[in-house]
C-alpha cells in the first residue's frame, strides 16, 4: 500500500489538540491594522476550533497527525 501525501500548506496552517480537534488561526490580523481597534486585534491573536463539518477534508489532507 503507497504512503499518501500529507499537504503542506494545511499542516502549516492548522494544529491539532489533544482531543483531536482541529484549530486555526483567525484571519485579518496582517493589514491595515490602523484602523481596527486594540481589542479587536487582541482577540485575533487567539486560536479557535474549526466546525465539525470541515473534519473530513482535514483528514484527507492530513492523513498522519
Not at 37 to 44: A, G
Request: proline fraction near 2%; aromatic fraction near 12%.
Amino acid at each position: 500500500m503507497y504512503k499518501l501525501k500529507t499537504t503542506k500548506s494545511v499542516s502549516k496552517r492548522f494544529k491539532v489538540s489533544s482531543s483531536g480537534k482541529f484549530l486555526r488561526h483567525y484571519s485579518c490580523k496582517s493589514h491595515l491594522l490602523q484602523k481596527k481597534s486594540s481589542s479587536r486585534k487582541r482577540k485575533l491573536r487567539r486560536t479557535t476550533v474549526i466546525d465539525y463539518c470541515d473534519h473530513y477534508s482535514l483528514n484527507y489532507t492530513l492523513p498522519y497527525r
